[in-house]
């Protein structure tokens, strides 16, 4: 039996499903609408959130499952901004901050940002996802932030697990689930309501592969993107930059 990976090597070990956290990321459009009339939204039975019905929500670890996870690796771990205002709080820089997080005595740097909150959460927010995105430079939910297979399964002769193993039996790959009609609906809404094409481009990266490939699906993000390409006096509809 493997030994149980500890210090830096346990940051790299993948999440349970339990300490995966569901994010929505409704576009600038579907905020508007919830806004303009509260009735247009749901209560979400992912995340809790009441928003637009079409949002895409995305995998993310949370600020105590991680804060977990590094105790585990390291009881002695610490984080601190990467510099100081003259009046000694914390530099700030575009609405964020840069850090310093050391574990097992080893320093990488991070970068957190509020995401459009204010006031004391906001200063939360900025030092939760600092701490993400620093942890991700040890490899800590490396496969939330990739949309694929980071690694392909070899031994260490270099040769595949499969051909290392012959009379293991080789059976047909098990063919994948549908795709939900829910899915779908809510990929074509999220493509359908980009606000312009980096809207567009970030919210089909955020889309699973086996959602991309329905035939739907990519022709509401060609006719979207399409549209956004057209003058905005052609448009039909007015594109906000």
Known sequence: MADKPEGLALLREPFLPHQISKLPKPTKKQTDDVKADFKT????????????????????VGHAALTDRLLDCDSAWNWEPAGYMPNGLP????????????????????YGNADGKQGGDAIKEVIGDALRNAAMRFGAALDLWHKGDLHAADDSDGNTAASAAPMIERRPAPRPPAVSEDAIAEACGYLTGADDLPDLQRGWGNIPADVKAVP????????????????ADMAGDKIPY
């Open 216 to 231: 739907k699906v990519s022709a509401a993000k060609d006719a979207r993107k399409a549209q956004l390409q057209q003058p």
């Open 91 to 110: 530099a700030m820089e575009n609405g964020g901050m840069w850090i310093k997080l050391t574990v097992c005595g080893v320093t990488r740097f991070g």
């Open 41 to 60: 939204g749901i209560r979400c039975t992912l995340c809790g959130a009441w928003h637009h019905k079409d949002v895409v929500h995305l995998d993310y």
